[in-house]
């Protein structure tokens, strides 16, 4: 099958600055037919308007919380596509106070909404996707450094990262004979909607451009090229992994 023919579901589009719309640009320009995903209605309009921008773009609402959501979106992606190549997760949420004091007050349902949607709704989508993933393809999801190292203030978002970085790692065991490759992209920090509640966002992307190999902040683009990429053929030895979009900030030690 050519890449020309070859049908993507993104979730996670809110307006022109997420990382998912940006993703959506290069999978576009890469031939790819798109199925974009957004939360709620309150989100609906302004995807929408992007999406139409989009010639064979189409847009569904899905909140990932929801069982119900995720199954009725798959009976209509199948009714309309039949067979899926690459599947975009760049959806996470924790409850704001959460993202604000001492992680050591993180609360029972702070940490279980985080897990919920940050990780659980990976699994979800994974397993309703791969029946319809015939020919094989790939899941590509968005995590973040504060994974692997503390990051103060990303508190229970990045214990959640941890585990969906090792969601990958044994998605990619289960979903590999299948020929579904699953990885993640770890992104330096991009000014976005979910970027927006930090406080002090410009001291860490001044920061984060300082101590950089390549002394600037990574581009949203840039990530989008390499979600094109990872879904792409030239991806086709690459699963399990977390690769670094980042601008090499993650390979220093002082
Ligand atoms: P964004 O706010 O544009 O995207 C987050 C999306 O998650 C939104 O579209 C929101 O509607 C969606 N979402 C939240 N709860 C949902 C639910 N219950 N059901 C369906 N969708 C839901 O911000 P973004 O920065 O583009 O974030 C996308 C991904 O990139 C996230 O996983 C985030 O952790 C990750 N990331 C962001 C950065 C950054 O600095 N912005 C860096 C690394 C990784
Ligand atoms: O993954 C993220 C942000 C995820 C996020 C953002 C919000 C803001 C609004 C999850 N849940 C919520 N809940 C809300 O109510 N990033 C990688 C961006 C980010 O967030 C930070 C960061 C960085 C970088 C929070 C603290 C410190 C650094």
């Known amino acids: 099958m050519s890449e020309s023919q070859k049908t993507a579901v993104i979730f996670g589009l809110a307006n022109k600055r997420s990382i998912a719309w940006a993703i959506a640009q290069k999978l576009h320009q890469a031939g790819w037919r798109l199925a974009i995903t957004y939360q709620n209605e309150r989100l609906e309009q302004e995807a929408k308007d992007l999406i139409a921008d989009l010639p064979g773009a189409s847009g569904f609402m899905c909140d990932v919380s929801s069982d119900e959501q995720i199954a009725k979106l798959f009976d209509e992606l199948k009714a309309r596509y039949g067979v899926l190549s690459g599947i975009v997760h760049s959806v996470a949420f924790a409850p704001a106070e959460e993202l604000k004091g001492e992680f050591v007050n993180t609360t029972r349902e702070g940490f279980r909404i985080a897990h919920d949607i940050s990780v659980y709704s990976l699994i979800a989508v994974s397993r309703s996707a791969a029946p319809l993933m015939t020919a094989g393809g790939g899941i590509v999801t968005l995590t973040y450094y504060g994974a692997e190292k503390v990051v103060p203030k990303y508190n229970v978002m990045g214990v959640a990262k941890a585990a969906l970085q090792a969601t990958v790692r044994y998605l990619a065991n289960d979903l590999g004979p299948k020929a579904i490759r699953v990885n993640a992209i770890s ?22 451009a300082e101590r950089a190999p390549l002394k600037r902040n990574v581009d949203p683009g840039e990530v989008g090229a390499t979600a094109a990429f990872l879904l792409s053929e030239a991806g086709s030895g690459i699963t399990g992994e977390t690769i670094f979009v980042d601008c090499g900030y993650n390979i220093m030690g002082f």
């Open 187 to 208: 992104a330096g920090p991009i000014k976005t909607l979910a970027a927006r509640g930090i406080s002090n966002l410009g001291d860490m992307l001044k920061a984060h």
